[in-house]
Nanobody
Framework: VQLQASGGGLVQAGGSLRLSCVAS????????MGWYRQAPGKQRELVAT???????NYADSVKGRFTISRDNAKNTVYLQMNSLKPEDTAVYYC??????????????WGKGTLVTVSS
């Protein structure tokens, strides 16, 4: 199973970006999917998660600005980021809780995409 994130880049404060993450491989089903981020010198933190039926959870710091969504048919999760702030600068990682055929649920991580917000 591989998760490939894309959509990062450089944006000015107040701008928007949309991240995408596609899961591929021998996937039987995907439970939750989510986005996490790690800023320089800091620990990785949760940004947002979404279950297979669409229930969402957000970090307080992004509520009202970020929106997570997913397309189950495409095994894809999105993160729409609006009103970006310099403190949103980080490497953003996607994670999927995936059931591979004949195996238990397991966490899979993408390699990350860099988001840089200039002031």
């Amino acid at each position: 199973v591989q998760l490939q994130a894309s959509g990062g880049g450089l944006v000015q404060a107040g701008g928007s970006l949309r991240l995408s993450c596609v899961a591929s491989g021998s996937i039987f089903s995907i439970d939750s999917m989510g986005w996490y981020r790690q800023a320089p010198g800091k620990q990785r933190e949760l940004v947002a998660t979404i279950t297979s039926v669409g229930s969402t959870n957000y970090a307080d710091s992004v509520k009202g600005r970020f929106t997570i969504s997913r397309d189950n048919a495409k095994n894809t999760v999105y993160l729409q980021m609006n009103s970006l702030k310099p403190e949103d600068t980080a490497v953003y990682y996607c994670k999927g809780v995936v059931k591979v055929f004949y195996q238990l649920l397991k966490d899979y991580w993408g390699k990350g995409t860099l988001v840089t917000v200039s002031s």
